[in-house]
């Protein structure tokens, strides 16, 4: 029997449900664990820093790096990542594109720190204590990582071979990403290995294909139709730009599509896609009724880029706008 | 135009770099006095301070 193959796996800044993706493969990680030894997986077991140190360069056959990175932690997990696996995929819409953690690109890291430690309500803090980076204590010093300016895609950190898109990645999509690697057969490199086109393409709502939309409804506040394309009953919904691959799954359940597979091939900037398909479909005589329709959308950079903030082409700008968001 | 003002907005773009305008062909005049009135207003604005466009900006802060 040939060597076997060793897989890492890597948590970085992320909630954890990639993490249980990966045991969501059901018996199939039995299989897994029969065609590769897992090397690194400190969710799983007792791992530290100095045992994936201590993998020789080119060690890991595939490392498979969640979540976002936003501290400086996370750029040493990602950088020896790298540098120990001869292929490394992004798992997950936060290693993929910033995922939600990436929202927090909308303020500086200061703005989020004065909200978290002073302003939110349930927080009572008069001497306005900050965790600090170093911390001495009889045992020796305590260090915490550095949140950095803004929270990165993996690839604007280092060079990434695939993408394993969802949040979290669909079990399917992480059998087929297994079996390629067991039979030699990896596509191209920087392939996001999912579908090919749009989430309305997989999509089992009846849609009309005139869509005609003169009043924006947040989903929550009214009934809908569980038979009718969302988009035409005026619900925001991803579909038009998000990668296809999930089976629809969310509008199975009966929620819009939220766009965790990230956009499509011929999509560059999903932001853009979607203001583009969503302002097509708003009917309206005058420029006022447009506006009208429109400004019923109340947050729409924070849903076009709900999970790739940090992917986005325009980034966030800061310092043109002060204070004005 | 009114979504992707606000979407600029909420990037902490300021909206007064978006203009459309109709201008027939026969305008000439028109579509020249416009031009004009748009390149002054973005040289007002200057340039865009440094966002996230490439990974070549992101790696400056990440490997300082």
Redesign the interface.
């Known amino acids: 029997m040939p060597e076997k193959f060793k897989f890492a796996f890597m948590p970085s800044g992320s909630c954890g449900g990639c993490e249980i993706a990966v045991v969501d493969i059901d018996e199939v990680i039995l299989k897994v664990a029969e065609l590769a030894d897992i090397v690194y997986w400190p969710t799983a077991l007792d791992f530290k820093d100095k045992d994936l140190e201590a993998i020789p360069d080119g060690g890991i056959t595939v490392g498979f790096f969640n979540g976002a990175?936003r501290n400086d932690h996370d750029?040493h997990h990602a950088k020896l990542m790298r540098q120990k696996s001869q292929v490394l995929v992004a798992f997950g819409a936060c290693a993929q594109m910033g995922g939600i953690p990436s929202l927090g690109?909308?303020w500086t890291t200061e703005d989020l720190a004065h909200r978290m430690y002073d302003t939110v309500p349930s927080v009572v803090n008069p001497e306005g204590t900050r965790p600090q980076l170093k911390y001495d204590v009889p045992e020796g010093e305590l260090t915490l990582p550095r949140a950095?300016?803004?929270t990165?895609a993996l690839?604007?950190?280092v060079n990434v071979d695939y993408y394993l898109p969802g949040c979290p990645p669909q079990p399917k999509w992480i059998i087929a990403a297994v079996e390629a690697v067991a039979k030699g057969e990896l596509p191209p490199k920087g392939t996001v290995i999912a579908g090919t086109k749009a989430v309305c393409d997989e999509c089992p709502r009846e849609r009309t294909e005139e869509k005609q939309v003169t009043a924006f409804k947040r989903i929550h506040l009214v009934e809908n139709d569980p038979k009718k394309c969302f988009l035409e009953q005026g619900i925001m919904c991803c579909g038009p730009a998000t990668r296809d691959g999930c089976e629809a799954a969310c509008i199975v359940a009966g929620q819009a599509c939220r766009g965790c597979f990230g956009p499509t091939d011929n999509v560059n900037d999903m932001?853009a896609k979607l203001?583009s398909a969503?302002?097509s479909i708003v009917v309206a005589d005058t420029?006022d009724e447009?506006?009208r329709i429109?400004?019923q959308?109340d947050?729409?950079?924070?849903y076009?880029y709900r999970f790739g903030l940090?992917r986005?082409?325009?980034?966030?700008?800061?310092?043109?706008?002060k204070g004005?968001? | 135009m009114t979504l992707l003002k606000k979407v600029l907005r909420q990037m902490g773009v300021n909206p007064e770099r978006l203009r459309l305008e109709w201008v027939s062909a026969s305008e000439a005049q028109l579509f020249a006095q416009t031009v004009r009135d748009f390149t002054e207003q973005i040289r007002k604005l200057g340039p865009l301070p440094k966002g996230v466009v490439d990974a070549a900006v992101a790696r400056e802060e990440v490997h300082a």
């Open positions: 990175v750029v690109n909308f950095m300016d803004r990165y690839d604007q950190v932001g203001a969503i302002a420029r447009a506006d429109l400004s959308l947050d729409p950079a924070g076009f940090a986005s082409m325009l980034g966030v700008q800061r310092g043109e706008l004005d968001k």
